[in-house]
């Protein structure tokens, strides 16, 4: 398996990583990638793939710290996009206390045309925000990417799935099957399409209360099969595709 989204250069990290990709290699997992969310994390981001052969980037900036960029930073993700294979994570966050949105919309459509002068594809964060995300792809029909840790509905999946775009699948799953929140879950898993979805851990953030890692994926792959009534394998198998297909792994 791939882990399409994991934050191995944040801070919680730092003490026992050998140990997080032994487990991860343990669960399967052959490669990660980790998404950009800040120009202070870039070099940190850089150390760790020249470290380690599984780990591949992309840079980014994320709404939650769009207001803390400027043109100068711009310059600066411009010049790693060469050694990235996806610009992200980038996107929309309308929960209250975040940036505002003018400034938000401003950076993000920044990094669309970014991955269109890089041919790169996107790793979407979007929360609050599906419809304003989906009005500003639509002026760039050959960008493709995913929308990472998709909270959205069913019918706003399969908006972004026509434009191009990946759903990405984390522990939110395994969350909600906590909270009983089973059967909305189910309905929007069995009908979306294998072939449109991402696995991803998110780690370290994504479960309650504990550190997340990427390991954690083999339980989401599981609960989808189980969803699905599908075998592991055929999740494992399919959503790798996918991952090596989007970011051209
Ligand atoms: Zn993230």
Same mark, same amino acid.
């Given at each position: 398996?791939?882990?399409?989204?994991?934050?191995?250069?944040?801070?919680?990290?730092?003490?026992?990583?050998?140990?997080?990709?032994?487990?991860?290699?343990?669960?399967?997992?052959?490669?990660?990638?980790?998404?950009?969310?800040?120009?202070?994390?870039?070099?940190?981001?850089?150390?760790?793939?020249?470290?380690?052969?599984?780990?591949?980037?992309?840079?980014?900036?994320?709404?939650?710290?769009?207001?803390? =960029?400027?043109?100068?930073?711009?310059?600066? $993700? &411009?010049? /790693? %996009?060469?050694?990235?294979? *996806?610009?992200?994570?980038?996107?929309?966050?309308?929960?209250?206390?975040?940036?505002?949105?003018?400034?938000?919309?401003?950076?993000?459509?920044?990094?669309?045309?970014?991955?269109?002068?890089?041919?790169?594809?996107?790793?979407?964060?979007?929360?609050?925000?599906?419809?304003?995300?989906?009005?500003?792809?639509?002026?760039?029909?050959?960008?493709?990417?995913?929308?990472?840790?998709?909270?959205?509905?069913?019918?706003?999946?399969?908006?972004?799935?026509?434009?191009?775009?990946?759903?990405?699948?984390?522990?939110?799953?395994?969350?909600?099957?906590?909270?009983?929140?089973?059967?909305?879950? =189910?309905?929007?898993?069995?009908?979306?399409? $294998? &072939?449109? /979805? %991402?696995?991803?851990?998110? *780690?370290?953030?994504?479960?309650?209360?504990?550190?997340?890692?990427?390991?954690?994926?083999?339980?989401?792959?599981?609960?989808?099969?189980?969803?699905?009534?599908?075998?592991?394998?055929?999740?494992?198998?399919?959503?790798?595709?996918?991952?090596?297909?989007?970011?051209?792994?």
């Amino acid at each position: 398996m791939i882990d399409s989204h994991c934050h191995l250069d944040d801070p919680h990290f730092s003490g026992d990583l050998k140990e997080v990709l032994l487990r991860a290699k343990q669960a399967g997992i052959q490669q990660l990638i980790i998404p950009g969310v800040q120009h202070g994390q870039w070099s940190a981001q850089q150390a760790l793939a020249a470290q380690y052969q599984n780990i591949s980037n992309a840079f980014g900036i994320h709404p939650w710290y769009c207001d803390q =960029h400027d043109n100068a930073h711009l310059e600066q $993700l &411009e010049k /790693l %996009l060469p050694h990235a294979i *996806a610009v992200g994570e980038c996107g929309l966050d309308f929960m209250p206390n975040r940036p505002d949105h003018a400034t938000q919309i401003k950076c993000f459509q920044k990094q669309l045309q970014l991955a269109q002068q890089f041919n790169l594809p996107l790793i979407i964060h979007s929360v609050k925000s599906a419809d304003q995300v989906a009005l500003q792809l639509r002026p760039y029909p050959q960008l493709r990417g995913v929308i990472h840790g998709f909270s959205g509905s069913l019918q706003q999946a399969k908006v972004f799935i026509k434009l191009g775009f990946y759903i990405g699948i984390g522990t939110r799953l395994l969350q909600n099957e906590q909270r009983n929140q089973g059967q909305r879950i =189910h309905t929007f898993l069995q009908n979306l399409p $294998l &072939e449109s /979805l %991402l696995l991803e851990s998110d *780690a370290p953030d994504g479960l309650k209360n504990q550190r997340n890692e990427p390991a954690n994926l083999l339980d989401v792959a599981q609960s989808l099969a189980t969803i699905r009534q599908i075998p592991l394998a055929s999740v494992q198998k399919q959503c790798t595709l996918n991952t090596k297909e989007l970011f051209s792994l």
